[in-house]
């Protein structure tokens, strides 16, 4: 089960935070989706782990509400989750980050069994039942190159996304300039 290798936590609700909890230190979907693709891997200053429940580079940030999973980096290191979503630890180095990322994200095995029914879609699960999910993992070393190329090709697809972003923006301002503004 997940819970034999990982911890488990919920994040905070939003409405009981701690009035001195700056806005900017809760982890927002924006975060997870840059941490995803490693946006801004590495260009951060925040402190690792100051307050009690804050995120550390290197955890696994679960959207509840979306059945997204990523690993945080170290610009969202310290900032605060919400109860909508979950916080996973690694236990001893047992698993690699970015496979466990790979398998909430995208893993068949994962998939077959919402489709057998054995468990709720990653979407809207309980903390429960994700430490009740059973995960066969296969050795740390086949775990590490499945996540580095997992990340690789997150951050591919930002990259291409970006790309085929700013090509648009070029086209679409060179014919509104060849035609008057308009």
């Known amino acids: 089960m997940l819970c034999d290798f990982i911890e488990l936590k919920a994040g905070a609700n939003i409405t009981r935070m701690a009035a001195d909890t700056p806005r900017d230190m809760v982890y927002t979907s924006q975060d997870l989706e840059n941490d995803l693709c490693q946006a801004d891997s590495g260009s951060g200053t925040a402190a690792y782990g100051t307050a009690a429940g804050s995120l550390m580079a290197g955890d696994i940030v679960v959207s509840l509400a979306t059945g997204r999973a990523t690993v945080v980096t170290e610009s969202n290191a ?12 690694i236990l001893g180095g047992s698993a690699d980050p970015w496979y466990l990322c790979y398998f909430f994200n995208e893993s068949r095995q994962l998939k077959a069994a919402e489709a057998r029914g054995l468990v709720g879609s990653l979407r809207f699960m309980t903390i429960s039942e994700l430490q009740k999910l059973e995960v066969q993992l296969p050795p740390l070393g086949r775990q590490k190159a499945i996540g580095r190329i997992y990340r690789d090709l997150c951050r591919l697809d930002h990259l291409q996304e970006r790309r085929r972003f700013l090509v648009r923006r070029l086209v679409l301002g060179a014919m509104a300039e060849g035609n008057g503004g308009n």
């Open 78 to 89: 310290g900032k605060v989750l919400r109860n909508t979503e979950a916080v996973c630890r």
